[in-house]
C-alpha cells in the first residue's frame, strides 16, 4: 500500500464547521483520483488526512494533490515491514532518492504507538540516524532546523512508515467549501488568476463570457474554453456560459457617445451577469479587475458600473501589480493560452478615449436611448451552457495535431 499523509493547514481552526471542510476536502482528493483507475481511499482523522492506493507511482499522486486547494502541506509516507533492519534501509534509500545539497543537515524523529516493538523511540532513532551518518559522509545531525526530516512511525498493525521531508500545498480552502461565485472571464491575462484565487480561497465557480461574432473570431472563444479547461485543473469540471453580445455592442455603437460606450457596456454586463448568477444560484462576481489599470478600473468608474447592482464584487487582484499577475500566470499555466492574439469583444469595440471618470447622471441619460431589458433579455435567452473538463486541453492539442 502507498499512503500520502495531508495536513489540512488553515481548515484546522475552522471549530464546528471542520467536518464540513473535511468532507469537501475528501470528496475532491476522490475525485482528483479518479484518473489513476484504481480504488483510492482517503481517512479523514482530526489533523491529518490519509490517502491510501497500491498501484499508481507516488509521483503521479504527488501530482494530484499539489493541485488541490485546502492543503497547506503533505509527506508521502512508505510502507514496510516492521522490522528494524529493513526500516534503516528504506531510510537510506529515501536519502539516495534526494538531491543532497554541501551543508545539509538531518534529524531522525521516531514514534512508536507498538509499545511491544524491540526498539524504543531513542533506539530507532540512534540506529537508523547511525546508519544514514555512515551512509553519507556530507550530511550532519542537526535536531534544532534540520534541511531533512526522516520521520518513522511504528503502528500497532504490521507496518511501519517512514516519510523524508513534505511537498507544499496550494494553502487555501478545499474547493466549494465557501460559497459559489461567477467569474467575467476574458481571453485576458486578469480574469484567469481572478478565477483562480477565488478556487483556491475554496469558491465554487462559473464562468461568464461575452462574445460578439462575427466581429470577434471563433478562436477568441476557444481561447476562453482553453482557459476554463486549466482552470478546472485546480476544481471540478467548469460551467461556462457564453452570452452573445453583438447586438449590446450594435446598440451602444449606434446611440451612445464613444468615450461613454465603455461604461454602458460593462454596466449591461453586470446586469446579465448578476441575473445568470441568481439563475445558477451563486452569490458573488468575479472579475479581473485591478485598480489604475486600464480607464474602467479608475474607482469613479469602478463606483458608476457597479451602481447597477448590490451584488457583492469580488476583484482578487485589485491591489496586484501586472508583473504579479503574469508570474502567477506562468505559474498555474494560464500564460500561453491567454497570450493567443485573438481579441475579445471589448477589445474589438474599444473606444478610442474611454473616461476615466464617467457620470452617473450622464450615463444613465444615454441608457435611456437603449432598450436595456430586451437587450439583457434576449442575450440571456441565447446564451449557450457547456461544461468543460482539462480532458479539453488533451483533446483540441490531438485535433490540432491531426491537422499538420
Ligand atoms: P483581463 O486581462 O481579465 O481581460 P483587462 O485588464 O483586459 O482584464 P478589461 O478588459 O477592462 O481588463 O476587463 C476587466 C474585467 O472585465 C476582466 O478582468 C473580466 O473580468 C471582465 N471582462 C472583460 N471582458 C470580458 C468578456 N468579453 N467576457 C467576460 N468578462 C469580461
Ligand atoms: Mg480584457
Redesign the pocket.
Known amino acids: 500500500m502507498k499512503r500520502i499523509v495531508i495536513h489540512y493547514g488553515e481548515l484546522s481552526t475552522k471549530g464546528r464547521n471542520r467536518k464540513y471542510f473535511q468532507t469537501r476536502l475528501a470528496d475532491h482528493i476522490r475525485y482528483k483520483s479518479r484518473k489513476i483507475n484504481e480504488s483510492v481511499k482517503v481517512k479523514a482523522l482530526h489533523d491529518f488526512m490519509h490517502v491510501e492506493w497500491e498501484m499508481a507511482s507516488y509521483e503521479t499522486m504527488i501530482e494530484i494533490i499539489s493541485n488541490i486547494p485546502g492543503i497547506s502541506r503533505f509527506e508521502p509516507s512508505y510502507q514496510v515491514d516492521k522490522a528494524i533492519d529493513v526500516i534503516t534501509q528504506k531510510a537510506i534509500d529515501l536519502f539516495s532518492d534526494i538531491d543532497i545539497q554541501a551543508g545539509d543537515t538531518f534529524k531522525v524523529v521516531a514514534r512508536r504507538s507498538d509499545k511491544n516493538f524491540e526498539y524504543d523511540s531513542y533506539d530507532i532513532q540512534r540506529i537508523v540516524g547511525g546508519a544514514i551518518d555512515d551512509a553519507f559522509p556530507m550530511l550532519d545531525v542537526e535536531l534544532k532546523k534540520p534541511t531533512h526530516k526522516l520521520t518513522i512511525s511504528i503502528h500497532q498493525e504490521d507496518f511501519a512508515y517512514l516519510s523524508l521531508d513534505s511537498y507544499p500545498g496550494m494553502q487555501g480552502l478545499p474547493y466549494g467549501s465557501s460559497g459559489k461565485g461567477m ?10 488568476i ?1 478565477a483562480y484565487l477565488m478556487m483556491k480561497r475554496g469558491m465554487e465557480i462559473e464562468m ?4 460578439s461574432p462575427p466581429y470577434t473570431n471563433p478562436q477568441a472563444l476557444e481561447k ?1 474554453k482553453k482557459l476554463t479547461a486549466q482552470l478546472s485543473t485546480f476544481g471540478m469540471p467548469l460551467k461556462l456560459h457564453n ?1 452573445p ?1 453583438t447586438k449590446v455592442q450594435e446598440a451602444i455603437r449606434d446611440h451612445v457617445h464613444d468615450n461613454e460606450s465603455m461604461t454602458v457596456m ?1 454596466r449591461i ?1 453586470l446586469r446579465i451577469a448578476e441575473q445568470i448568477m441568481h439563475e445558477r444560484k451563486a452569490q458573488a462576481i ?5 485598480l489604475g ?5 479608475t474607482l469613479t468608474s469602478m463606483s458608476v458600473i457597479n451602481e447597477v447592482t448590490n451584488t457583492p464584487i469580488l476583484r482578487p ?1 485589485i491591489a496586484t501589480d501586472k508583473t504579479q499577475i503574469i508570474q502567477l500566470a506562468e505559474t498555474i499555466g494560464t500564460y500561453d493560452i ?1 497570450n493567443e492574439p485573438y481579441e ?4 474589438v469595440f474599444a473606444p478610442s478615449s474611454p473616461h476615466t471618470k464617467p457620470k452617473l447622471s450622464v450615463i444613465k441619460s444615454l441608457e435611456d436611448l437603449l432598450d436595456i431589458d430586451t437587450l439583457v433579455a434576449e442575450a440571456i435567452a441565447e446564451t449557450q451552457l457547456m461544461t468543460i473538463d482539462e480532458s479539453y486541453l488533451t483533446d483540441s492539442i490531438q485535433e490540432f495535431e491531426e491537422l499538420l
Not at 293 to 297: I, L
Open positions: 467569474v467575467l472571464l476574458s481571453g485576458g491575462f486578469d480574469s484567469p481572478a461568464i463570457h461575452f462574445s476562453v452570452v453580445f460593462r454586463m468575479i472579475n479581473g479587475e485591478s489599470q486600464v480607464a474602467s478600473q487582484l491567454s475579445d469583444c471589448c477589445t
